[in-house]
């Protein structure tokens, strides 16, 4: 009855593999402390804090990396937590889009004059939240992460005081992530149900060894769990909050959703599905087929209507979603080192796109309808000239870094014999095109109609603080560098699969 | 009858008594005494002040945060009560994670009064 | 008649599913909440009748997490709301409908 003096083994911790969680997960404590203890910080001091931390987390992230190359994937905490090289990868790229975020953030704060230490600690632990979900060896940790991601950016979307569109935008955003998270969560007991197992390993092998002569419950799992994850990456047709959501949120979170909170989300897609129920990808692949092709299509055909370039670019970030589930469709090695290393450019064209946004958005963060953007070639020939590059990035044009990333996927399709999922994904990207090509028109071609208007001298673009100015000019840099030698990420991202360890 | 049954059948026999017994009093008493109702007597009794409004009157939505305080304090206590049950087995190792755990929640109280949330408006 | 698993499992499906279709067809957030909840308590039902029928105590264990991140998620939600309340009274998701296409 009473507690026996019989000690419970306590689990093996690898405390070096849990450094960048630990990093980002003290820098959010930390912060907070201080932010409570002491009333007024000086306003850089949050912004810089969480830079410094996201840096941290990418320098750490390189003698784990030597680490797992070496000695291989561990597992650890009686098989819950795992390590490998795409949980690195993730966290390697969630650290970049932390470093993005909060650059942007601190100048989005300051002319918006709004509070800010809040968005610094919730940016921080919701990339806690991602780390944990790429390096969740269990299907429990990997909700646990996933809600420790979404729960943060609920509120991050919310933190515009005086936009009612923002907290809108919360709203939404978090009626149909909890309805999502829900779905997850359902399918991880189904299937926890059918296996006898929450542990990835386990599940594993289980369905590698066993024959089901009753599959019904295991199959609905995997439904709903694709259902679950596809809310988050916003697959079509569970894309409905994405636009809303983008447009409403602050752009600077809305850069975090769309690199920060996808990277996680097909983290935990290749891992639970390409890795865990790899065996059984036959079941599965049909049902990601028919996600990827209405993914691709809806989002590039329904973001050429738009015009407000927020909702375009969360269309297109859509379009983006149906390529890489065109990866995780492949269910093999080259698809999912395709995935990683779309997730890689990806992460840099929607830190750089949403920077330029952040920038012409403007005081009040309201000028985004794609008149605000006519004329920007001849006012301001940089901020232009980087958005068409990023633009022109995500359009996959060939010596940008979006070529590799597409080909990639392509490639990993036709490599898998799903010619028909190539095809389509091919015409929506020349589909998606045309979205770019509309705002590289209203750039260049179009010159405002305004000029002697009195609205002409109200809608000018402020000169870019330096945050996004270095966020813009190192995401240019690297999208123009990697189209041209895709080689390093390609390879890192070819040594990131994933591999499951038992524990 | 089972044993299982039997030993809940004192209970029932108890609480069928408890009610009988106040259910009598107290319908003896309302036949014995007399009932002269006045707006004073069946006005609503509110510690001798006089009662303001109707009773469905709705409360400021500022008093939902210390719901909200609560229910987010009060749940977390769901993995204190299995840790203390087995505090010994647990050790050093246990102590040291209940007391990270119970740190930032405390953290998370503490930044709540710096912000006056817990305030009484 | 015996009470199986399935019994639960059923029950458990038939309020997840109650849930679900709340959420998608009331308009009142607080009602919105609730479905989220009855959908989260449904999946606590269903772990917990798997663990028992499979003699495992993950189950068990799960349940305790489902339900501490289902009180945050709520907490934030809410909060959200009460933010979204001292602003205007009377939000009905209706009403929120700036964002548009």
Request: one cysteine or more.
């Amino acid at each position: 009855m009473f507690a026996q003096a019989e000690t419970v083994a306590t689990p093996e911790v690898l405390w070096w593999a849990l450094v960048p969680l630990l990093v980002l997960a003290g820098a959010a404590v930390l912060l907070l402390t201080v932010a409570s203890l002491v009333r007024r910080l000086p306003e850089w001091l949050p912004a810089a804090w969480t830079i410094v931390a996201g840096l941290a987390v990418l320098v750490s992230v390189v003698p784990l990396w030597n680490e797992v190359q070496d000695d291989g994937a561990r597992s650890f905490l009686a098989g819950a937590v795992g390590i490998d090289g795409s949980t690195l990868f993730v966290t390697a790229l969630l650290a970049v889009a932390v470093v993005a975020t909060a650059l942007l953030s601190r100048a989005y704060l300051t002319r918006e004059d709004l509070p800010g230490v809040e968005l610094y600690v919730l940016l921080l632990l919701s990339a806690a939240g991602g780390v944990v979900m790429a390096s969740a060896n269990d299907l429990i940790v990997l909700f646990l992460g996933l809600e420790l991601l979404s729960i943060a950016v609920y509120v991050m979307a919310a933190l515009h005081l005086r936009r009612i569109q923002s907290q809108e935008a919360a709203l939404k955003y978090f009626v149909l992530g909890a309805f999502a998270s829900a779905f997850l969560l359902y399918g991880i007991a189904l299937v926890y149900g059918a296996t006898g197992a929450t542990g990835l390993a386990r599940i594993a092998g289980y369905l590698s060894t066993t024959i089901l002569l009753e599959d019904g419950m295991l199959m609905a799992g995997f439904g709903l769990l694709l259902v679950g994850l596809g809310f988050k990456v916003a697959a079509v047709p569970f894309h409905a909050w994405a636009p809303d959501v983008y447009q409403g949120a602050p752009t600077p979170v809305v850069a975090w959703m769309a690199a920060g909170v996808k990277a996680a989300g097909f983290a935990a897609l290749l891992r639970v599905f390409v890795l865990t129920f790899g065996s059984w990808s036959g079941e599965w692949q049909p049902a990601v087929w028919g996600l990827a092709i209405l993914t691709v299509l809806g989002g590039s055909v329904v973001a050429v209507v738009q015009t407000d370039v927020k909702r375009m670019l969360a269309y297109s970030s859509i379009a983006h979603a149906g390529f890489l589930l065109v990866g995780v469709q492949a269910a093999s090695d080259r698809g999912t080192a395709a995935v990683l290393t779309y997730l890689g450019v990806y992460t840099l064209l929607a830190c750089g796109s949403f920077a330029v946004v952040t920038v012409v958005g403007g005081a009040g963060d309201d000028r985004h309808g794609i008149d605000a953007y006519r004329g920007l070639g001849a006012r301001r020939p940089w901020l232009a000239g980087a958005f068409a590059v990023l633009l022109l990035g995500q359009a996959g044009v060939p010596f940008t870094a979006g070529f590799v990333a597409k080909f990639g996927v392509i490639a990993a399709a036709t490599e898998g014999h799903s010619y028909a999922l190539a095809g389509i994904a091919m015409v929506s990207a020349a589909v998606a095109a045309f979205v770019y090509l509309r705002i590289l028109v209203a750039l260049y071609m179009e010159d405002r109609h305004l000029e002697d208007d009195d609205e002409a001298g109200a809608v000018e673009v402020d000169p870019a603080p330096w945050g996004p100015r270095i966020v813009i000019t190192v995401s240019v840099a690297l999208v123009l560098v990697l189209g041209v030698v895709p080689g390093p990420l390609v390879d890192l991202a070819k040594d990131a699969v994933p591999v499951l360890v038992g524990g | 009858m089972s044993e299982f049954l039997r030993s809940w059948l004192v209970l029932v026999v108890f609480g069928g008594l408890a009610v009988a017994v106040v259910g009598t009093f107290l319908g003896l008493g309302s036949l014995l005494r007399p009932q002269r109702a006045t707006e004073q007597k069946v006005m609503n009794y509110e510690s001798g002040v006089d009662p303001q409004g109707d009773r469905w009157s709705q409360s400021n939505i500022r008093y939902y945060v210390f719901a909200l305080m609560f229910v987010l304090f009060d749940v977390e206590v769901v993995f204190i009560f299995p840790w203390a049950a087995r505090l010994e087995a647990y050790g050093m190792f246990g102590l040291v994670e209940m007391a990270i755990f119970i740190f930032i929640l405390a953290l998370g109280l503490f930044y709540a009064w710096r912000k006056r949330l817990l305030r009484w408006i | 008649m015996d009470v199986t698993v399935a019994w639960y499992l059923t029950l458990g499906a038939v309020l997840f599913t109650l849930g679900a279709v709340g959420l998608l067809v009331r308009r009142n957030p607080l009602v919105m909440f609730m479905c989220v909840e009855l959908m989260l308590n449904a999946v606590n039902l269903t772990f917990v009748s798997l663990g028992d029928a499979l003699g495992d105590l993950g189950g068990q264990v799960s349940v305790f997490f489902v339900l501490v991140v289902a009180a945050a998620e709520v907490v934030v939600g809410l909060g959200i709301i009460v933010a979204i309340m001292r602003r205007r009274s009377g939000a009905t998701v209706d009403d929120l409908s700036v964002l548009r296409g």
